[in-house]
């Protein structure tokens, strides 16, 4: 199986501030990489495809890029709605699809 | 607009088997290239596949499942369902549906995405 590693597990950061976060795949996986963001009580939501994708209705400041087995989320100025959980899911060797960790994203 | 639901009981014995269904609307269950998902998330932690099922009817489970998955599909009724037998504690979780697919609306072959989802319903396995 693919394991996929984020990082930061956990990260604080302020609005208005840029911020990245990291997955790296355990072998090349293209850029068949998706991230989502998961609000407390709420269901993954899909934010960027194809590594650097951005599905229809995702704000802009949102951007996604790598391949191989190195890929970064970057959210360019954080807005309040933002602070969530972000999670990266490979789909290149499947099954099975896996996801990883986790970076829970807090207001510092 | 593509919707999906899960239901089913909130609460099942060990060595019981849990069974859920998530039914599918604003689009046809049963044509596109779409992998119907099972996705499962325990309190606090990340998000585990299980499996799912092609619009063929062809099932691709998580190994980590063995042979405790089953998933079908009832086009009919427009809704497809997971069977997970002899659980434990370990499978206390919230469980999603989701549907999965690898094609841009031009056609183009892309990375696969799980999109939407549906709300989850928290399944706990106690006696």
């Known amino acids: 199986d693919i394991q996929l590693t984020q990082s930061p597990s956990s990260l604080s950061a302020s609005v208005g501030d840029r911020v990245t976060i990291a997955c790296r795949a355990s072998?090349?996986?293209?850029?068949?990489l998706s991230w989502y963001q998961q609000k407390p009580g709420k269901a993954p939501q899909l934010l960027i495809y194809g590594a650097s994708t951005l599905q229809s209705g995702v704000p802009s400041r949102f951007s996604g890029s790598g391949s191989g087995t190195d890929f970064t989320l970057t959210i360019s100025s954080l807005q309040a709605e933002d602070f969530a959980i972000y999670f990266c899911h490979q789909s290149y060797n499947t099954p099975p699809n896996t996801f990883g960790q986790g970076t829970k994203l807090e207001i510092k | 607009q593509v919707q999906l639901q899960e239901s089913g009981p909130g609460l099942v014995k060990p060595s019981q088997t849990l069974s859920l269904t998530c039914t599918v609307s604003?689009?046809?269950?049963?044509?596109?290239?779409?992998?119907w998902s099972w996705i499962r998330q325990p309190a606090g932690k990340g998000l585990e596949w299980i499996g799912h099922?092609?619009?063929?009817?062809?099932?691709d489970y998580n190994p980590s499942f063995k042979s405790r998955v089953t998933i079908s599909v009832d086009t009919s009724k427009s809704h497809f369902s997971l069977k997970l037998s002899s659980v434990t504690a370990a499978d206390t979780a919230v469980y999603y549906c989701?549907?999965?697919?690898?094609?841009?609306?031009?056609?183009?072959?892309?990375?696969?995405?799980?999109?939407?989802w549906g709300q989850g319903t928290p399944v706990t396995v106690s006696s």
């Open positions: 604003g689009v046809s269950i049963g044509t596109g290239s779409f992998y």
């Open positions: 099922i092609y619009t063929s009817g062809r099932t």
């Open positions: 072998q090349a996986i293209s850029n068949y």
């Open positions: 989701a549907r999965l697919y690898f094609y841009d609306a031009n056609g183009s072959y892309s990375s696969g995405r799980f999109d939407p």
